[in-house]
């Protein structure tokens, strides 16, 4: 296979990847070399290197502020999405969960599983991962249908390849759970992200309701208790997990032994 050609203006065409003839060498970089630093137009002997790096480090800058932009934007929505769900359709999402979906939940909440634990959990994890993780189990089985339901289409829908298959799917899971699902999977920054904002912005069924600004901001609050209570809640959270956990094995154990033998 032959290499694709490239050409520096003023200079001979060489191969990418191989290396010139070895009476070419001196005459081929040197002439590269030498107008790589100053501009090509006689006596206009200026530094360009500099200008590129200023420029390259000004694209870099732009790109990493235009992303945490969007992440912001995209964590906004979904803890929207999460607020706007009514406390009887988040009771009923958690009692859908099985056991595997429960027990990922209850090592993101304090205390006992319920509504106040999970959006008291969402609130204070906002940034560190906690509201994406809480989303996802909640939302995990209506995303399932919608990749069956969406097939080949699956990794980039359509608008409208979207809007066909969100009816049965909010028929089945309810529709605040189908928008947690769809405000995870921007967060998610998957490839159909801007048609998904905009069903959640747009759409006569999907749309979030409006929220006031200063509500909406509130989602760069990272308040939090600090370090050393944090692990003493977690500590106590682990060991009152794990004692639930003996308690129900025993009362399993116990339950399959008064059964009559055959």
Not at 100 to 105: I, M, P, Q
């Amino acid at each position: 296979m032959t290499h694709p050609t490239r050409q520096t203006p003023g200079c001979p065409p060489e191969t990418l990847g191989s290396k010139p003839e070895s009476g070419e060498a001196e005459s081929v970089f040197a002439v590269r070399m030498e107008r790589s630093r100053y501009s090509s137009r006689p006596g206009e002997r200026h530094v360009n290197h500099g200008c590129g790096a200023a420029r390259q480090v000004s694209a870099v800058t732009s790109l990493a502020v235009n992303h945490v932009k969007n992440r912001m934007q995209a964590l906004g929505l979904l803890d929207r999405s999460i607020k706007a769900a009514t406390n009887e359709e988040l009771a009923a999402a958690i009692e859908a969960l099985d056991d595997d979906h429960r027990e990922g939940l209850e090592s993101f909440v304090e205390g006992e599983l319920d509504v106040d634990s999970v959006r008291a959990a969402v609130k204070t994890g906002r940034i560190d991962g906690t509201m994406e993780a809480i989303a996802a189990i909640i939302s995990d089985a209506a995303l399932a249908t919608c990749i069956e339901q969406l097939g080949e289409n699956a990794d980039n829908p359509s608008t409208d390849q979207l809007k066909e298959v969100l009816p049965p799917i909010v028929e089945k899971h309810s529709l605040a759970v189908a928008r947690i699902m769809l405000a995870a999977t921007v967060a998610g920054e998957a490839p159909a992200s801007a048609i998904i904002r905009d069903l959640l912005k747009n759409d006569d069924v999907m749309a979030l309701p409006k929220v006031p600004e200063s509500e909406a901001a509130t989602v760069l609050d990272t308040s939090k208790r600090p370090a050393d209570e944090q692990d003493k809640l977690r500590a106590e959270r682990k060991a009152a997990k794990a004692a639930k956990k003996d308690a129900n094995r025993a009362r399993k154990a116990q339950s399959a032994s008064a059964k009559p033998r055959k």
